[in-house]
């Protein structure tokens, strides 16, 4: 069975990489659409977003023992759901890293 990570088109979907606990990063969400945290070694964790737009995010505040490098990624709840539930994560995919400066796809 092919897992979501191998299944997904990841081009499709934006995220902002944090390599240590100091960065921050803007990552813009749309309606309809989950934040989850990939990191190697966990299992995927899915936060609710209170209202699209743009936010900074400090991934230490939010997973204080998060294990870097992450990626913040934002997807479709139904995509998000399908990672909470697969296992942890054996590498990190190759996602379009988010625009810095409007925090949206690039």
Known sequence: MTSILEASDWNSYHAARFD????????????GERLVILAVGEVPVVCDIHAPGVYSVDISTQRPRALF?????A?????????????????????PSAD????GPA
């Open 20 to 31: 240590s606990p100091a960065d921050v990063r803007r990552i813009q969400f749309r309606q």
């Open 69 to 73: 490098p992450a990626l913040l990624v």
């Open 75 to 95: 997807v479709p709840s139904g995509v998000a759901y399908l990672l909470a539930h697969g296992g942890p994560i054996q590498a990190l995919p190759a996602i």
């Open 100 to 103: 810095p400066h409007t925090g």
